[in-house]
């Protein structure tokens, strides 16, 4: 079982930046995929971007792509969602995810996947 906490949410103006982190504790963090989910009011929760087990795969929601960026680093058992060009389309709580990866580049997109999450950073876009 591994624990993720999230941080960096906020409240930023449109075209801002904000950079989220999630942290997990436990062992193995390598074996893991690791994805950002975002939730808005009324909605279901989305993947927004996934990682593989070796960080060399990447996967990014259409709505996302070329302005977030996801990051892992084993040695810090961290993942990273940077974000840039923010909208207010872009205000959700987001989460953070991982599940076990027998694949080094499988990567994984829905909810189901993943039997592990943070509490969530709620991100708020200003227009």
């Known amino acids: 079982q591994v624990q993720l906490i999230e941080s960096g949410g906020g409240l930023v103006q449109a075209g801002g930046s904000l950079r989220l982190s999630c942290v997990a504790s436990g062992r193995s963090f390598s074996t893991y995929g690791l994805g950002w989910f975002r939730q808005a009011p009324g909605k279901e929760r989305e993947s927004v971007a996934a990682?593989?087990?070796?960080?060399?795969?990447?996967y990014y929601a259409d709505s996302v792509k070329g302005r977030f960026t996801i990051s892992r680093d084993n040695a810090r058992n961290t993942v990273d969602l940077q974000m840039n060009s923010l909208k207010p389309e872009d205000t959700a709580v987001y989460y953070c995810?991982?599940?076990?990866?027998?694949?080094?580049?499988?990567?994984?997109?829905?909810?189901?996947?993943?039997?592990?999450w943070g509490q969530g950073t709620q991100v708020t876009v200003s227009s």
């Open positions: 990682i593989s087990r070796n960080g060399g795969s990447t």
């Open positions: 995810a991982a599940r076990t990866s027998y694949g080094a580049s499988s990567v994984r997109t829905l909810p189901a996947e993943y039997p592990n």
